[in-house]
């Protein structure tokens, strides 16, 4: 089709800088001294500028519109099909959002990023206020360029995780929340010292920590001819192509976990984009379908495989080997419940796999109030401790250790927290339907170092089609349900009913 091949040819120009864009992002968090900060921020806003002017133009418009009348006459599943529906959604989400608008937010931003930093590191939120007043102002704005049907929350969840509201995002947390209140309650009840965490905090070998890793990844799967690993303050994976997908990692002498969990995570993500079909490549096609469903690969990689019993009883005897003497007193059973402690802490990055979507919970709740006007910018942090006590049973001492330590609102990205918490559901409801699909018998696989079935059924249902599916499209053609985090909760119940010898129901 002449029409739909021009229309690839033109948003290649902006895959291409997008692409250009990740290479530049990389090397600012990775390498790049601080006296190339001014000009890399201009290069960033000029290809930002760039493409979104080739996105919006009136001749990328006549393109689409062409390219729409000959796709009626096709498959509505075929690549081609699919490819001018995506096409579109960019098109109009770009479009619908003024030129001032987009510069706006871009600015405000990059401003508040540094408020924000001056205030977590002084424990200044009225220095970040006026900062987080502007940027609610703008998402406000933002939502109702882009149009919603119930709330405005709809309308900014929707870039992040298309289909996605604030209604079903509640309706996931009713499910959620009491159940994991319970369950940080009667862990609570054992006392502190019913796990003792302490292992995993004595001397490692960076060195050693880097290696042990990339072994682990590479049997995960992870493509080195395709990838590398870096390290970076902030872990992330970056995608430039088919060909290029890097993951970056933290590591802590005195810390096992950031750095041995950190990269399984990033390596989650990573083999979604180096699975995402080739015949993608350089096309808008050629990305995760959304920020969910991406979360779900990492938490899969992470929780349900690097931090279960299976895979440590393959691995542990090669980690006590690598780290000689450090863990010769630490049985098995010790380090499994120490890589799994539950334990209330203020800090979202630092949560276990129980706490973790009560933060996420306090956040969502705060963004739709403030969003709505029902929660002020003055009350906010007394809000958020409110809540840190009622869920966690905790009251953060700083601000810096309650509503000043996470970037995303300085970044105006308000209705991205809840896909942290989507991506845990999903990833359990993925895994059992593979292990269904693998007889059961994923566990014994894991136990065997044996991984490729996994990935196998996760490139088949998952990663190949990129952003052919919308996510909750994926998911049911994937696991033949929607969106559903009763799974999710057997899990947890399952795994730390277990661990801490309770029946939790
Ligand atoms: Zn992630």
């Known amino acids: 089709m002449q029409s739909i091949q021009e229309l690839k040819d033109k948003l290649h120009d902006v895959k291409v800088l997008q692409s250009t864009g990740a290479v530049l992002g990389w090397d600012h968090q990775c390498y790049m001294p601080s006296g190339g900060a001014e000009m890399r921020a201009e290069q960033m806003a000029l290809i930002g500028r760039l493409s979104h002017e080739i996105l919006v133009s009136a001749e990328t418009e006549r393109l689409l519109l062409a390219a729409e009348s000959d796709a009626a006459g096709l498959d509505p599943d075929s690549d081609d099909a699919r490819y001018v529906r995506v096409a579109r959604r960019d098109f109009d989400h770009s479009a619908k959002i003024p030129t001032e608008l987009v510069t706006e937010m871009a600015q405000t931003s990059a401003l508040a990023h540094e408020h924000w930093v001056a205030a977590r590191a002084g424990n200044d939120y009225a220095r970040f206020a006026p900062w987080l007043e502007k940027n609610v102002d703008l998402s406000r704005r933002l939502a109702d360029c882009l149009g919603y049907e119930c709330e405005r929350y709809d309308a900014l969840v929707d870039q992040y ?18 159940a994991l209140v319970s369950i940080v309650h009667a862990v609570k009840e054992l006392g502190p010292n019913k796990v003792d965490s302490s292992p995993i905090h004595r001397e490692f070998d960076e060195t050693v920590q880097k290696e042990f890793g990339e072994r682990v990844i590479r049997q995960f799967g992870y493509d080195f001819e395709r990838g590398r690993q870096d390290r970076a303050v902030h872990p992330f994976c970056t995608t430039f192509s088919h060909g290029d997908v890097r ?28 699975g995402v079909s080739a015949c993608f490549d350089g096309n808008i096609l050629f990305d995760g379908t959304s920020l969910g469903i991406h979360e779900s690969q990492s938490r899969l990689w992470e929780n349900l495989i690097g931090r279960s019993l299976p895979f440590w009883e393959r691995y542990y005897p090669d980690l006590r080997a690598a780290f000689p003497g450090v863990l010769d007193d630490v049985a098995l059973p010790a380090f499994y419940q120490a890589i799994n402690k539950i334990e209330p802490s203020y800090i979202r990055v630092e949560a276990d796999e129980v706490t973790y979507n009560l933060h996420i919970l306090l956040r969502f709740e705060l963004e739709t109030d403030l969003l709505e006007g029902r929660l002020s910018i003055k009350d906010a942090p007394s809000a958020w401790n409110e809540k840190m006590q009622a869920y966690l049973g905790l009251t953060p001492p700083t601000d810096t250790l309650g509503i000043l330590q996470d970037v995303h609102w300085s970044g105006g990205m308000i209705g991205y927290f809840p896909t942290y918490t989507l991506g845990n559901v999903v990833s359990v409801q993925l895994f059992d339907k593979a292990d269904a699909d693998l007889g059961g018998r ?17 490139r088949e249902h998952v990663h ?14 994937a696991t033949g349900r929607g969106i559903d985090p009763k799974p999710y909760l057997a899990y947890l119940r399952r ?8 029946r939790f129901d």
């Open 161 to 178: 995780e298309q289909g996605a509201t604030a209604a079903s995002i509640r309706q996931v947390f009713e499910t959620l929340k009491p």
């Open 495 to 502: 795994k730390f009913g277990d661990l801490y010898g309770l």
């Open 442 to 458: 994923i566990a014994d696989q894991v136990r065997d170092g044996e991984f490729a079935p996994l990935l196998g059924w996760l």
């Open 247 to 274: 993951i970056t990692t933290r590591f802590e002498r005195d810390f096992l976990s950031p750095a041995l969990f950190g990269t399984m995570h990033e390596t989650g993500h990573a083999l979604y984009e180096q």
């Open 464 to 477: 190949q089609y990129g952003r052919k599916y919308p996510p909750r499209e994926l998911l049911e053609r």
